[in-house]
């Protein structure tokens, strides 16, 4: 060409040749010979080669080889849509332009976005695009959680199509909005993980980078978040007490955690500590109260001990369980002597430690009184009550106290006490009957004296040899005067018989004679 005005050239000479044609041209000035330009082809440009692509916040950014082909002058850019069919997004122009980030509506953090490009030349002819074992796909991270689990599972699609593949996939996970951290470097086949929360954290974030093997390059998946929904487990719950109250209630407190997360409280007992049951269930109060009591009512509290337990549930079913309380079951019988003999169960609670137990005693005015204190190893008394002693109506009751110290790890230590049942019981009913009398003397009436004994339940009777009914009084204070109608009897042997009863009803009898003296 010798007009250096034209600017293209047509080769006739290749007409129904199907070769490759290379071109390439070179310059004469004055004689001087330029070096030649980039061979050409008449071929479609090839495809460039994918370095990588990786997720940048809600984008995608592409990085590509330059196209071997030197006269590409632009690159087209492809997404498949719904993983299926290629769609072309944009353009750039530019044998060197070999990034690109693509934010026309890409939505890495909902699928795998994968990727192919194909170079076009100057005369607008377009090059076959990345085939599928060179096109690249982001790495899609998807976080799972049971909301009642610390776990979380990881799953991601794997990075494929680069030359020497994966050397490994590293995890990086942001705590409650703190910065990103490396945790992790997993295998370059794994596609799923399982993450562990083992601190008490609501927000999770996780990313994936996938490094390629000989230089480390990278591709970042999408970043997903997870809230954990775990319910707060209480930091403590401490049975407090359990002790009697009266006769077939025990009232129980507890410590509970009030910042935990719990949906209800469940309640056991048993007269033995492997087998206790779960005698009912509240709803938690609202708010929640450091502090909790519990009247149980309906309880035996005079044929055992109970051990009570306290659980706390949380939305998830988990328990939370107080250690076990033991009440105090007290047993009385009478002995020979004016001794009443008095046993009792120890009282256990976690992290408690009895100090004494104080015996307490009815007195005619209804109060209990303190009758002694003994040491914590002490569980059996024997109480003299005289040989005049006369039981209170209802008999001689008792009760026991513990005094124990209660040390909480969370909380502090203070002094308490537990009661037991009360226990009544009575001295047996004694009856002491004369064997003789003299209507005209000093001793001039025939009565009993009784012991101990039910006024309500008396009979006295005096009879005659004949078995004749002489005198008869329900009324324990009345006597035979000897007289019988009117006169003094004759002086004789005559029969009594008295029924009479103990304070708690047993009846008993005597039968005898005696002697009439005139």
């Known amino acids: ?102 934010n026309t509506n890409s939505e890495p953090d909902l699928q795998s976005e994968r990727y192919a490009l194909a170079a076009r030349d100057y005369c607008g002819t377009t090059g076959a695009f990345t085939t599928a074992d060179f096109q690249h796909a982001t790495i899609y991270l998807e976080a799972l959680n049971d909301s009642c689990s610390n776990v979380v ?79 707060k487990p209480p930091d403590y719950i401490y049975i407090k007490n359990a002790t009697v109250v009266s006769e077939g209630l025990v009232n129980i407190e507890y410590y509970i955690d009030p910042t935990a997360g719990l949906t209800a409280f469940r309640y056991w007992n048993g007269q033995d500590s492997t087998t206790l049951t779960v005698f009912q269930t509240d709803l938690p109060p609202n708010p929640i109260t450091p502090s909790i009591s519990l009247d149980h009512a309906g309880v035996n509290t005079n044929s055992s001990e109970y051990y009570y337990q306290v659980s706390a549930i949380d939305s998830c079913s988990n328990d939370y369980n107080t250690g076990i309380a033991r009440t105090i079951f007290l047993k009385a019988k009478p002995e020979a002597g004016f001794n009443n003999f008095l046993a009792w169960t120890p009282f256990e609670i976690e992290h408690g430690v009895v100090n004494s137990y104080n015996i307490y005693r009815l007195d005619d005015t209804g109060t209990f009184q303190l009758l002694t204190t003994v040491s914590a190893g002490e569980l059996e008394y024997i109480d003299f009550v005289g040989q005049g002693f006369v039981n209170p109506a209802g008999g001689i009751c008792y009760k026991i106290e513990a005094n124990y110290d209660l040390t909480l790890p969370l909380l502090s230590m203070e002094t308490l006490s537990s009661f037991s049942n009360e226990v009544c019981i009575a001295q047996p009913a004694l009856i002491y009957v004369p064997n003789a009398f003299a209507p005209n003397g000093i001793n001039n009436e025939f009565k009993a004296v009784l012991v101990n004994a039910d006024e309500e339940n008396f009979l006295m009777l005096v009879m005659n040899r004949w078995g004749e009914v002489l005198y008869e009084t329900n009324d324990p204070t009345d006597g035979w005067n000897g007289r019988v109608g009117g006169r003094v009897a004759q002086e004789g042997v005559y029969a009594y018989y008295f029924k009479y009863a103990n304070i708690n009803g047993v009846e008993k009898e005597k039968k005898g004679t005696v002697l009439l003296i005139k």
């Open 1 to 102: 060409l010798i007009d250096e005005t034209e600017m293209f050239y047509i080769d006739m000479s290749v007409s129904g040749n199907n070769n490759t044609q290379f071109y390439y041209m070179v310059t004469n000035c004055a004689g001087t010979m330029s070096a030649p330009t980039d061979t050409l082809d008449d071929i479609r440009p090839v495809a460039p080669v994918i370095d990588f692509v990786t997720v940048t916040g809600t984008d995608v950014t592409l990085k590509w080889e330059p196209s071997t082909s030197p006269e590409t002058v632009e690159y087209i850019i492809y997404r498949y849509e719904g993983g299926l069919n290629p769609q072309i997004i944009d353009t750039v122009v530019g044998i060197n332009t070999t990034i690109y980030v693509d």
């Open 153 to 231: 599972q990881l799953n991601w699609n794997e990075y494929v199509n680069w030359p020497n593949g994966v050397d490994a996939y590293q995890l990086f996970v942001s705590e409650d909005g703190g910065p990103f951290s490396f945790t992790i470097s997993l295998g370059e086949n794994t596609t799923t993980y399982n993450y562990l929360n083992t601190g008490a954290l609501n927000d999770l974030c996780f990313e994936l980078r996938a490094i390629r093997s000989g230089d480390l390059i990278q591709s970042k998946s999408n970043e997903t978040c997870i809230e954990l929904e775990i319910p």
